[in-house]
C-alpha cells in the first residue's frame, strides 16, 4: 500500500529536505526510522525539498509498504522513534497514482521577521531579526504587484532547474503583529528560493530602498539581479499543502 505522512519540523539541525552528503536531512531521518521500525527498506517521497534550515508545519510525503500495521497507526508508532524535532502529524492510506509533488495543490508558505530594537531568544530560530524599522504598508502595496499568474524568473535562484518560470500566486499578504510581521504566500508552486526572494525583496521595499512599484520593473526584466537579496533561511516555515 501507499502511505501519506504529514510531516511538521525545526529544521535547525538539518541540512534540508532532501538526503545530502554533506550532513542528516529529514528525508534521511525518515528512511531510516521508518525502515527500522517496518522491518523493510523504505524511501520516502517529498512535496517540497525545503532548504537547510527551513522549517515545516506541514510537509507531505508519500512511501511503499507491505506492512499489516494500518496506515492510521504509523504515525503513532513513528513519532516514538523519532527525534524532538520532527513530527509526524498524520499518516493515511491514499491511491496508488497519488504522486505529493505532482498531484494539482496549493502551498503555502510564512516568512516571519522580527522587526524591533533587540533580539528575542526564544525567536531566534524561527524568524528573521531586522532592525531598522519596515513600513509594513508599502510591503503590502508591493506584494499585491505579484499576485497571479508571472514570469517569477526575478525572483529564481539562479541554480533553479525548471522548465518554465511561470508561477501562479494565489493570495500574498503581509501582516504586522505587535514585533512579529509575517509574508504569507500561497501559490501552485514555487521556484528554488522563490519565496526567501520576494521575503529579501519585499525587506527592501519595507526599508524603503526599493518602491512598491518597483515590482513591476522587476517582474518583467526577468534578472534576479533585479530583485532584493535570498532572505535568511530560519525565517521560512512551510505551512502546509492543500491538494485539490
Not at 58 to 79: C, D, Q, R, Y
Not at 174 to 191: S, T, W
Not at 228 to 239: D, E, Q, R, S, V
Request: glycine share 8%.
Amino acid at each position: 500500500m501507499q502511505v501519506k505522512l504529514v510531516v511538521a519540523y525545526e529544521g535547525t539541525n538539518y541540512c534540508g529536505w532532501q538526503i545530502q552528503p554533506n550532513g542528516i536531512t529529514i528525508e534521511q531521518v525518515l528512511n531510516e526510522t521508518l525502515s527500522s521500525l517496518l522491518g523493510e527498506e523504505i524511501t520516502v517521497t517529498g512535496a517540497s525539498r525545503t532548504d537547510a534550515g527551513v522549517h515545516s508545519l506541514g510537509n507531505v510525503a508519500v512511501f511503499e509498504t507491505h506492512t499489516k500495521m494500518p496506515a492510521e497507526k504509523i504515525s503513532f508508532a513513528l513519532n516514538q522513534r523519532l527525534p524532538e524535532d520532527i513530527v509526524v502529524q498524520e499518516s493515511c492510506q491514499v491511491p496508488e497514482d497519488f504522486h505529493p509533488r505532482f498531484s494539482k495543490s496549493r502551498k503555502t508558505y510564512e516568512y516571519r521577521i522580527l522587526n524591533c530594537r533587540f533580539r528575542q531568544p526564544l525567536e531566534r530560530r524561527t524568524s528573521y531579526f531586522y532592525h531598522y524599522p519596515l513600513d509594513v504598508s508599502a510591503m503590502q502595496k508591493a506584494a499585491a504587484y505579484l499576485v497571479g499568474e508571472h514570469d517569477f524568473t526575478s525572483f529564481a535562484s539562479v541554480h533553479a532547474q525548471t522548465n518554465t518560470y511561470v508561477r501562479m500566486i494565489y493570495a500574498l499578504d503581509v501582516v504586522r503583529e505587535g514585533d512579529m510581521i509575517r509574508i504569507r504566500v500561497q501559490g501552485n508552486g514555487f521556484l528554488y528560493n522563490m519565496v526567501r526572494i520576494i521575503a529579501g525583496t519585499l525587506i527592501q521595499v519595507g526599508a524603503g530602498i526599493k518602491k512598491p512599484e518597483d515590482m513591476e520593473s522587476i517582474l518583467a526584466g526577468k534578472d534576479r539581479e533585479l530583485a532584493g537579496p535570498t532572505a535568511p533561511a530560519h525565517g521560512l516555515t512551510m505551512i502546509g499543502l492543500e491538494y485539490l
